[in-house]
């Protein structure tokens, strides 16, 4: 399967701001839907955020509001910007994308995670 890869995440204090970014590591044929998720520490993974090919957006209730997921269809980039962290926030995020490669055929694809810290 294709790999993403995330970037953009670290420490960041409470009320702060981070900006996390995800990419295929090769070209790719098409992407439809893109996603992040988060997995804090002994907890399960969770969805945080999706994006439609079209920009249709959704979100976990803990995060509307204050997160905000945008793709570039022309870089193949999704982000996500997280504004007001707060200590609940830190976690593993994990970006996740449904990729179609030159084969036509469409896969199931995730980041390996990056990891954000919200503490004082």
């Known amino acids: 399967q294709v790999q993403l890869v995330e970037s953009g995440g670290g420490l960041a204090q409470p009320g702060g701001s981070l900006r996390l970014s995800c990419a295929p590591s090769g070209s790719v044929f098409s992407i439809a839907a893109m996603a992040w998720h988060r997995q804090p520490p002994g907890k399960q993974r969770e969805l945080v955020a999706l994006i439609s090919r079209g920009g249709t957006t959704t979100y976990a209730p803990s995060v509307k509001g204050r997160f905000t997921i945008s793709r570039d269809n022309t870089k193949n980039i999704v982000d996500l910007q997280m504004n007001s962290l707060k200590p609940e926030d830190t976690a593993v995020y994990y970006c996740?994308?449904?990729?179609?490669?030159?084969?036509?055929?469409?896969?199931?694809?995730w980041g390996q995670g990056t990891q954000v810290t919200v503490s004082s």
């Open positions: 996740e994308a449904n990729i179609q490669d030159y084969d036509r055929r469409w896969n199931d694809c």
